[in-house]
Nanobody, 125 residues
Framework: VQLQASGGGLVQAGGSLRLSCAAS????????MGWFRQAPGRERELVAA????????SYADSVKGRFTISRDNAKNTVYLQMNSLHPEDTAVYYC???????????????????WGQGTQVTVSS
């Protein structure tokens, strides 16, 4: 499985960005996907996750109400719509797939099967 993230960039506080992650492989529609982020000097953290069917989602408290995760299984792509961005959202964002199929439980870095290459998001104040 290969994950290719895109869509990062520089945006002013209050602005929006949409990240995309294109996946290869035949199991995409059977696996929970997530977006993690890592700021300098901080641990990598889960931002949002979405179940294989899209019926279940979860978000970090810091992004609830501002970020929306979605997926299109026909296109093997997962998205992260980020609105009302804050400077503290600045980080490298990584898409990731869960290591187990048909599983939507706590999604930590230990549960990641595959990582995308990361895309930089910078929010200026």
């Amino acid at each position: 499985v290969q994950l290719q993230a895109s869509g990062g960039g520089l945006v002013q506080a209050g602005g929006s960005l949409r990240l995309s992650c294109a996946a290869s492989g035949r199991t995409f529609s059977s696996v929970t996907m997530g977006w993690f982020r890592q700021a300098p000097g901080r641990e990598r953290e889960l931002v949002a996750a979405i179940s294989w069917s899209g019926s279940g989602t979860s978000y970090a408290d810091s992004v609830k109400g501002r970020f929306t995760i979605s997926r299109d299984n026909a296109k093997n792509t997962v998205y992260l719509q980020m609105n009302s961005l804050h400077p503290e959202d600045t980080a490298v964002y990584y898409c990731a797939s869960h290591r187990l199929l048909l599983t939507f439980v706590e999604f930590t870095t230990k549960e990641v099967g595959y990582w995308g290459q990361g895309t930089q998001v910078t929010v200026s104040s």
